[in-house]
């Protein structure tokens, strides 16, 4: 019998989202730990509120829905609250009941503000970090170290000259014709107008130049996890100067291991990190220049696991710039750059978690 292509409007609906979402999904592993992180930066939320007022938005729902702009790939804060409007899984994992009205993009992005002017990313990734050390699969010996290019939110447009008082006027306000071909730009000449951070860098030779920032993760060899992540200004020396400082910071007195590809090859990249209790294994760049590792470090099996090892650092970098929304930059300036890189490294983590889990 054929049905019948009819919609009845019923006036009370006793149905939950969480009856909806099914118990083997993917994001129940990850709204579980996820909440278990949350209530430990409760105090943390308590001192950035007042205790009178009208009640903003709840942080833990903000960071549950910053957390599935991330997940799935969301482009705005004004599309999430349209998902939020009537996708039911999002409303489950967010915390809001079938009735609850959704926030407005712009007040959601104001509330959303007041986590991007304090360091809350930071304590969700050491939290994560913690659920990930209550689990025992992080190593703390042997780690990989990469850096990668994150294209600026700035048109090339507005990288012009720091002293020229005076330019001509544009033909078109909105969107003015600029001729810089044969001009020589350097970012110690130039600057963005729109993102001062942002620098221009390029991937290599051949490559073109963009106004970018550079990430940096330091990762551990065990799971692929990311133990360590922050946001440089993209300069020559950028990924060998993070590579020092997150070394210093790998808590422990005994001695570990960091792998990294040729550019981190240098004599003074080399020295500092063995200046660290760091055993640097580090890949030979002997084609333009004698290398800074000598067999002392190649004639141990461990250099070869952990050159093959450090190629899972770009599983990150591909994760964060297909998925977490990462490959073009929606927040200028490096301290909000950085606060969103941090958060999405948090959120890769959280699904390594999971899947970490359901492997037997």
């Known amino acids: 019998m054929r049905g019948h292509d009819e919609q009845a409007a019923h006036l ?24 278990r992180v949350l209530a430990t930066l409760s105090r ?33 804060e004004r599309l999430l609250m349209e998902q939020l409007d009537y996708n039911l899984l999002f409303r489950w994992f967010v915390g809001l009941n079938m009735d609850d009205a959704v926030w407005d993009p712009t007040v959601f992005s104001k509330n959303r503000d007041r986590l991007l002017h304090s360091d809350i990313a930071a304590l969700f990734f050491q939290a994560v970090l ?13 780690f990989t170290v990469d850096g990668t290019l994150l294209e600026a939110w700035a048109s090339l447009k507005s990288f012009k000259k720091v002293d020229d008082p005076d ?39 051949g490559k073109e130049a963009k106004l970018s920032y550079s990430g940096h993760i330091l990762m551990e060899n065990r799971n692929g996890l990311a133990v360590d992540a922050t946001v440089r200004p993209a300069t020559g020396t950028a990924e060998r100067d993070a590579a020092v400082a997150m070394a210093a910071q790998i808590p422990g007195d005994g001695r570990v291991t960091i792998g990294a590809d040729k550019n981190y090859d240098t004599r ?3 020295e500092q990190l063995r200046s660290l209790t760091v055993t640097p294994h580090v890949a030979q760049n002997d084609k333009r220049r004698r290398s800074a590792i000598d067999e002392r470090t190649t004639r141990h099996p461990g250099y070869l696991i952990s050159q093959r090892k450090r190629k899972r650092v770009e599983e990150i970098f591909g994760w964060l710039k297909t998925v977490g929304g990462l490959r073009k930059l929606r927040h200028r300036g490096i301290d909000r750059v950085d606060w969103m890189f941090t958060f999405a490294v948090a959120a890769y983590n959280l699904v390594r978690l999971r899947n970490l889990a359901a492997t037997p």
């Open 12 to 35: 009370f609906s006793y149905v939950s989202p969480e009856a909806r979402v099914p118990r083997d999904h993917p994001l129940r592993a990850i709204r579980e730990m996820t909440d």
């Open 44 to 76: 943390k939320f308590a001192r950035m509120y007042s205790d009178i007022g009208r009640p903003s938005i709840a942080p833990e729902k903000l960071l549950r829905a910053l957390l599935l702009q991330v997940l799935y790939t969301v482009r705005s």
């Open 130 to 142: 913690a659920e990930a050390k209550a689990r025992d699969v992080i190593s703390d010996e042997h």
């Open 167 to 205: 330019p001509p006027a544009p033909d078109d306000p909105g969107n003015p014709t600029v001729n810089f071909h044969g001009e020589t730009r350097t970012n110690a000449t130039h600057a963005s107008t729109t993102d001062p951070d942002a620098k221009l860098a390029r991937k290599g030779n």
């Open 268 to 270: 003074d990249c080399v």
